[in-house]
């Protein structure tokens, strides 16, 4: 009995987030805020980029996601990861901010529905996480003239009229549609990746 009771409060230790653990996420947490701010950043003053950018960040970030969740494997990597992302993509917008959180803590959801063990389901929660990438649109979304307004502060007035010819009714429903498909291609680069090099590196 005694045996019992110890080998279960290893398990449940070992579930904890441990300062080891703090350090991977941050670590790869860093590098998926960078990767996402140069592609966002680094197609911005393109309209229509910058429209596409949830299905771009989602083919290019989704390896270093699973390599973060994969090397942690426990409750708190991806959620970390998105609360990294709302302070970065999303300050000063509070409905971002909370939708952004929610979608990480989805993702979560995913990975403990496969008890931190099935790696089909680490997968499957990457393009729940990248939902957060319409998080930052929301001022679009909603307050568009508002928005219009600062993109025409920061970019021109030329900018702002390209961009609002996409701004349709139905964005959101399009830019979602792009980050899942978005996701899905990087989910597969990022599986092959990591079975390919990353494992037999010993790194996840």
């Known amino acids: 009995m005694a045996r019992k009771e110890i080998t279960q409060t290893a398990q449940v230790s070992d579930r904890k987030l441990r300062t080891r653990d703090l350090i991977y996420a941050g670590a790869f947490g860093a590098v998926y805020i960078v990767l996402m ?3 966002v950043l680094g197609t911005s003053a393109i309209p229509i980029l910058y ?4 299905f771009t960040v989602g083919v290019v970030c989704a390896t270093v996601y699973e ?8 409750f ?3 959620l ?11 300050a000063g917008n509070m409905l971002g901010m909370g939708l952004a959180v929610l979608a990480a803590l989805l993702a979560e959801f995913v990975i403990m529905a496969g008890s931190y063990k099935s790696r089909k389901m680490y997968l499957l929660s ?3 996480f990248n939902l957060n990438m319409m998080c930052p649109y929301t001022m679009l979304y909603f307050r568009k ?7 025409v502060s920061f970019y021109g007035q030329a900018f702002a009229d390209e961009l609002a010819k996409y ?3 139905g964005l959101a429903f399009i830019q979602i549609a792009l980050a899942l498909a978005g996701a899905g291609i990087g989910v597969l680069i990022a599986d092959k990746l990591i079975r390919n090099h990353f494992e037999k590196a010993n790194i996840v």
Do not use: Q, T, Y
Request: hydrophobic share 65%; with cysteine; aromatic share 8%.
């Open 167 to 169: 701004a349709i009714n």
């Open 37 to 39: 701010l140069i592609v």
């Open 76 to 78: 708190g990597a991806a």
């Open 126 to 128: 990457f393009p729940v």
């Open 67 to 74: 390599l973060c969740v994969l090397k942690v494997r426990k």
């Open 145 to 151: 003239d508002e928005f219009m307004a600062r993109s």
């Open 51 to 54: 429209i596409v950018a949830p």
């Open 80 to 90: 970390i990861l998105g609360v990294l992302f709302a302070l970065v993509s999303c």
